[in-house]
């Protein structure tokens, strides 16, 4: 995918997210947010994905989705483990499983995977390469995320610039 092509469709997710919340459909918000931020961050670009992430957070502690939450939870604890944040990956891991605890998901693999991550993050205090990557699995989808890694910054931040 060209990078004009995946402009322009980020530029459509961030319309997408602005319609939504005009319509007050906070959860679509979040879902755009989510998306967002999961696709910024795949490019590096981690200080706009946590504003993304912690936008999309917000949306879903509006409306009471604790998968919501605990997703963005867990890619806030990835992105500031990229950044070289520790202290606040740990803690947003520690809320990911808290919040995970409290949902009703049935499934085992999200809480190991946390964990995991989580011991990672414990076991290299100190160390700014991170071991793990920011998973797919944190956001609802985004297709278009994974071809997307050149990017320019100023691109990215014309797109969170109004957050």
């Known amino acids: 995918m060209s990078m004009g092509l995946f ?3 980020a530029m459509h997710l961030n319309l997408l997210h602005f319609f939504a919340g005009a ?3 906070r959860k679509g918000q979040g879902e755009c947010l989510s998306n967002l931020a999961y696709a910024v961050s ?3 670009n981690y200080q706009s994905a946590v ?8 949306a879903f502690s509006d409306v009471g989705d604790l998968q919501g939450q605990w997703q963005m939870c867990e890619g806030l604890g990835a992105t500031h483990f990229c950044l070289g944040n520790t202290e606040q990956a740990i803690s947003y891991y520690k809320q ?4 995970f605890g409290k949902s009703k998901d ?3 693999t999200p809480r190991e995977r946390i964990l995991s ?3 990672d993050v414990t076991g290299s205090k100190g160390t700014l390469q991170p071991s793990h990557s920011l998973d797919r699995n944190l956001s609802p989808s985004n297709k278009y995320a994974s071809r997307c890694a050149s990017i320019p910054c100023s ?6 610039s109004h957050f």
């Open 42 to 44: 795949q490019m590096k």
């Open 155 to 160: 691109a990215i931040d014309m797109l969170v």
């Open 23 to 25: 319509r007050g459909e």
């Open 7 to 9: 402009v322009c469709r």
């Open 117 to 119: 991550k989580l011991k």
């Open 51 to 58: 504003l993304l992430y912690r936008g999309a957070l917000q």
């Open 106 to 108: 049935a499934s085992s």
């Open 96 to 99: 990911a499983l808290t919040l």
